[in-house]
């Protein structure tokens, strides 16, 4: 699993993690800290800061594993974007019966959105 993907289970899950967990992940991928800087600013050592981003990362998986809340939001957002390209075109259908529903349906997929 990439960094990226690790930054956005921990936006999802962070908060179950502990706080020294927290700290750890985020100055070694918000702030792009070594394991060694992380340690003297922590006053732990290099194995400790590997211990608990190792325990945290491992965390944020299962958190996804079980939950899926990442999984579902991002097919959430795809289906929103598929709804907004179909709605699209039919704003400027000639027949109001076609073109209002599709403003209303546009709304509905820009609220999502948010």
């Known amino acids: 699993m990439d960094a990226l993907e690790l930054v956005l289970l921990y936006d999802y899950y962070g908060g179950l993690l502990t706080q020294r ?44 594993e079980k939950t899926g809340c990442v999984r579902r939001d991002r097919s959430c957002r795809k289906a929103v974007r598929s709804i907004l390209e179909a709605a699209r075109p039919l704003l400027t259908h000639p027949d109001e019966n076609v073109s209002a529903p599709a403003q209303k349906i546009l709304s509905i997929a820009r609220e999502l959105e948010e």
Not at 33 to 43: A, D, K, N, P, R
């Open 21 to 64: 967990m927290q700290e750890c992940f985020e100055m070694r991928y918000n702030q792009d800290l070594s394991l060694g800087e992380i340690g003297q600013i922590l006053g732990i050592s290099r194995q400790g800061v590997h211990d608990n981003l190792s325990r945290a990362e491992a965390l944020l998986r299962n958190m996804e």
